[in-house]
């Protein structure tokens, strides 16, 4: 009897699930499936988690990709410089909108081709600014997994990461 063979997103998902909920002491407050973004057979499968936040004092959301961990991205220019990644957002009020913004994110780089990654001068692609965020325990595969933090460009954004509350790196050009 044949049997068709799982996707890398069921396996890879729950290991995400129990580090996320390591990371975020909780569960998610809401899932966003990947077929609510894509086809349901697309072979890209990346999902977006809601996390309620508050941090001294200030109530936020963490939007966070679930899925795009699910291979490695190579550098196209040096194949010996790879990665697994997950982008992560900090929302005053996360909408509709920023879910489907993060997953399109996500998802371009599996359709076409290109290794994102924060070790190469970005202006919105930094580690997380949440520190306890930059911990993420979990490796896929046998490779260490990290979260990208993409930052806001607008000036209350930018106001508002840059506050002694939420640590930021930014570079200055």
């Not at 890879?12 to 569960?27: G, M, N, P, S």
């Not at 966003?32 to 996390?51: K, N």
């Not at 194949?79 to 920023?98: L, M, N, S, V, W």
């Amino acid at each position: 009897m044949w049997f068709p063979k799982a996707h890398p997103h069921d396996r890879c998902t729950d290991q995400r699930v129990e580090a996320y909920k390591t990371l975020f002491q909780q569960d998610p407050s809401h899932i966003f499936p990947y077929h609510q973004f894509t086809r349901p057979d697309d072979d890209i499968r990346i999902d977006v988690f809601l996390y309620a936040l508050t941090y001294e004092g200030r109530d936020l959301v963490a939007a966070v990709t679930n899925g795009m961990s699910d291979t490695r991205m190579v550098d196209p220019y040096d194949p010996a410089h790879f990665g697994r990644r997950e982008i992560i957002q900090y929302f005053a009020k996360c909408k509709p909108t920023d879910v489907h913004r993060l997953h399109g994110m996500a998802y371009a780089p599996h359709a076409q081709g290109y290794f994102l990654d924060f070790q190469e001068p970005t202006e919105t692609l930094q580690p997380p600014g949440l520190r306890r965020h930059r911990q993420l325990s979990l490796q896929l595969d046998g490779d260490a997994v990290t979260l990208l933090w993409h930052t806001q460009r607008t000036r209350a954004d930018l106001t508002y990461q840059q506050a002694d509350e939420v640590e930021v790196l930014h570079r200055q050009r």
